[in-house]
């Protein structure tokens, strides 16, 4: 289907206003290209605003995984829906076919670097410490 300069295959679009392009419930089976892909995260369109807690523990139970999808035999990577949805279910939707909602999973990684980094300093000062015993 072409509408405007837009071009989809095997698109199911529940609701669309053409103009601009607004769409709600777009599936596509496929790949899709683009330049970048904007997600709204302004803080004045939030509620309810917390930090991931204990982030690092979640997500080391996430893996990275490369993979052939079934229908196409396409090679690709990423996580499991079923094994975020164990810790992380308010990222993942759909019941037959799940999906992962990859900004959120972005989310908890920035958090758990931070406590990696808070982790590392820790260390870097008992072995600062450890070698002004040592070396004086």
């Known amino acids: 289907t072409t509408v405007g300069f837009i071009t989809a295959t095997n698109a199911y679009i529940g609701v669309a206003t053409v103009g601009f392009l607004t769409a709600t419930n777009v599936f596509v089976s496929g790949v899709i290209t683009s330049t970048d892909f904007d997600s709204l995260s302004d803080f004045n369109l939030k509620t309810n605003i ?3 807690d204990d982030s690092l523990a979640k997500v080391i139970q996430i893996r990275g995984v490369t993979f052939d999808w079934k229908e196409t035999n396409r090679s690709s990577a990423g996580v499991i829906a079923q094994e975020v ?3 992380l279910p308010e990222l ?3 019941e037959e076919a799940k999906t992962v909602n990859y900004n959120g999973v972005i989310g908890a990684l920035v958090e ?3 406590e990696l980094k808070a982790e590392n300093d820790v260390l870097r000062e008992r072995l600062d410490e450890v070698y002004k015993k040592v070396f004086g």
Do not use: D, L, M
């Open 50 to 52: 917390q930090q991931i």
């Open 85 to 87: 949805e164990k810790v």
């Open 92 to 94: 993942v939707n759909g």
């Open 112 to 114: 758990a670097v931070k």
